[in-house]
Structures are given as C-alpha cells and as structure tokens.
C-alpha cells in the first residue's frame, strides 16, 4: 500500500469551497466531519492540472467519517458547502503503491505502423494457459463502516507464459468470479468497486451493489448482486502479451467491509491466431507510353514503344507494337 495522509480542513462556510492538495495521488479518501447536519457538501476530484474529473454531492453526514471515491486516481480535492456552514476536521487517505510487483510486463509493438509497412502473420497456432487455483476472499480488509475508507487490497494471478517465440501476441484472458457481500453504490455511502489490470494496465473497473438503491451511477454501471448477495460473473479482455510473451493479472478490490470480497474461480488465457511475421512484397506494375523518334538514313520514322516497368525485380523491357 502507499503512505497515508492527512490534512486538516476546517470550517467551510456556505457557498464558499476550499481546495485540498492530498500530496498523494489515491482513488479513495474519508472526510470527518463534525456537525454536519444540515446542507449539503459537492466534492471535486482534481487532477495534478487542477482539472475537475468527477463530482460527488454529499447529504447531511452528522458526526464520523464518510469515504468517497469514483474508481479512477485524483490528486486534489475541492469541497464547497451549500446551504449551511460544513465542519471537515480531517481528510485521511492513502496513496497508490508506488509499484504493484508483477513479473510480467515489457514492451509491445505500434501493429499499425507495421499492418501499414506490409508486416502481417502467418501460419496459424493455439494454445491455453489456464490457472484452475482459486484466488479467494480478496477485498476483506475494509473497517465495515458503510461511509468508511474502502482501502485497496490487491492479489496476483500466475504469470501466463507462452515463451519469448510468442511475444506480442494478442490473448483472451477468460476470468470467471464470484462477487458477493453488502456491496454499496448510493449517495449515501462509500462507493466500494473491483478493478482488473494485466502487465501494470488498468483493463476494466466494475461496481456492484446487494440493493436497488444505486443512484450515484448510471444503471448500467453497477451490476446488482442476487438476494443472497452473491453473484457469478464472466468477464472477457483482449491483452497482448510482453516482450516475453508472459501476461500477469492484478486483482484489486476497494470495499469499506470484510464480507464485500471476489473470489476468483477460474482464468484461462487463449492464443488463436497466426505465429509468425512475413512482410508482403507484391509486385506492382507500372505501364508507360513513350513515344521514340527515331532518325534513320533519308527518312524519320516515328515508332510507339509501350515499356513496362517492373519493381520487383528491378527491370526495364521494352516491347515495340
């Protein structure tokens, strides 16, 4: 985990906003309030330009603490109060890793300059890698308060390796989940949420709930839980292995309680597709009129020659018609 913070905020008067440096890059931070009873409090998340990436508005909180967060990094916050005077006597957090250790990751190619240059596959291949070993109770370190700090907990696949013949290759990585617990995404809570990465790149952020009460996000961004709370999920990426044809998956779930975890059942990973390089050389032809004057003894004769010109091979003929 990276280093916690915490900074002193303060009285916020009505219609007036302050904005807080964190010092850290995070997804997630809590405000302590005190009082805050009436009103209503919009929180900004800022990037390192002062830029507004997300808002959140906040109802009437009372004494205690209360997370938020949207699933992505910010580095700033501004918070103004609205229709009341707000006390934040702190904001706490903690900031990204500064590495999640993965042993695969290296580099991968530009495709389309290459498709352009006349670089393309050949031959066909294919081949599973599958990782039948669960990963189970990941997110289970949350402080089960439902307005709480949802911390990061992260768990890290096998490494898929294809060998260094296969480098660059682009994959299917199958993942099949179990989701299951109190999951929150409403106004009234700390948004909690799960996140897929593969080689150190984010792939995918999703956000459950075990209500129908998720109003801070669309619908079709919050998949709901069943009445057990509990739900299987089959999630689908297209990720090009490394320069050493490896891939390594990192699971990370930021939930505010221990039962609002992901088990992971099964990933497959699956190359289909062609396994070599060749460049295409084909032959164009160019056709060219020319017209030859030619002076012989007593007399000019004007002869049409049609000359074809051949790139590959380099080569002039000259056919006279």
């Known amino acids: 985990m990276g280093e916690e913070f915490s900074h002193n905020v303060g009285e916020i008067r009505s219609g007036h906003s302050t904005t807080i440096d964190l010092g850290e890059t995070t997804k997630n931070i809590e405000l302590d309030f005190n009082n805050f009873n009436s009103g209503s409090l919009k929180v900004e998340f800022l990037d390192d330009k002062g830029n507004v990436i997300a808002t959140r508005t906040s109802c009437p909180a009372h004494d205690g603490q209360r997370g938020y967060g949207f699933g992505e990094e910010f580095s700033a916050v501004r918070l103004t109060a609205n229709n009341s005077d707000i006390e934040v006597q702190t904001i706490n957090g903690r900031g990204l890793p500064e590495t999640v250790t993965v042993e695969a990751g290296g580099l991968v190619p530009d495709y389309e300059a290459m498709e352009e240059a006349g670089i393309n596959w050949t031959q066909t291949d294919y081949q599973v890698l599958t990782q039948s070993e669960d990963i189970n109770n990941i997110g289970n370190v949350g402080n089960n308060k439902v307005n709480g700090f949802n911390p990061e907990d992260h768990e890290l696949s096998q490494v898929?390796?294809?060998?260094?013949?296969?480098?660059?290759?682009?994959?299917?990585?199958?993942?099949?989940?179990?989701?299951?617990?109190?999951?929150?995404?409403?106004?009234?809570?700390?948004?909690?949420?799960?996140?897929?990465?593969?080689?150190?790149?984010?792939?995918?952020?999703?956000?459950?709930?075990?209500?129908?009460?998720?109003?801070?996000?669309?619908?079709?961004?919050?998949?709901?839980?069943?009445?057990?709370?509990?739900?299987?999920?089959?999630?689908?990426?297209?990720?090009?292995?490394?320069?050493?044809?490896?891939?390594?998956?990192?699971?990370?779930?930021?939930?505010?309680?221990?039962?609002?975890?992901?088990?992971?059942h099964n990933i497959d990973v699956t190359y289909e597709g062609q396994s070599g390089w060749v460049k295409e050389e084909t032959t164009r032809e160019h056709i060219l009129k020319v017209c030859l004057s030619m002076l012989l003894p007593k007399k000019l004769i004007l002869l049409k020659f049609q000359a074809v010109y051949r790139i590959f091979p380099k080569k002039l003929k000259l056919n006279r018609i």
């Open 160 to 264: 898929f390796d294809f060998g260094p013949d296969m480098a660059n290759r682009l994959v299917t990585i199958t993942v099949d989940l179990e989701v299951k617990g109190s999951w929150d995404n409403n106004s009234t809570s700390t948004n909690d949420y799960f996140s897929v990465s593969a080689n150190g790149e984010e792939l995918d952020v999703n956000f459950y709930s075990s209500n129908g009460n998720s109003y801070t996000y669309d619908s079709e961004d919050v998949s709901y839980l069943g009445w057990d709370q509990r739900e299987d999920f089959t999630y689908d990426y297209q990720v090009y292995l490394d320069e050493n044809g490896q891939v390594q998956l990192d699971f990370m779930v930021a939930s505010t309680a221990s039962d609002e975890n992901v088990n992971v």
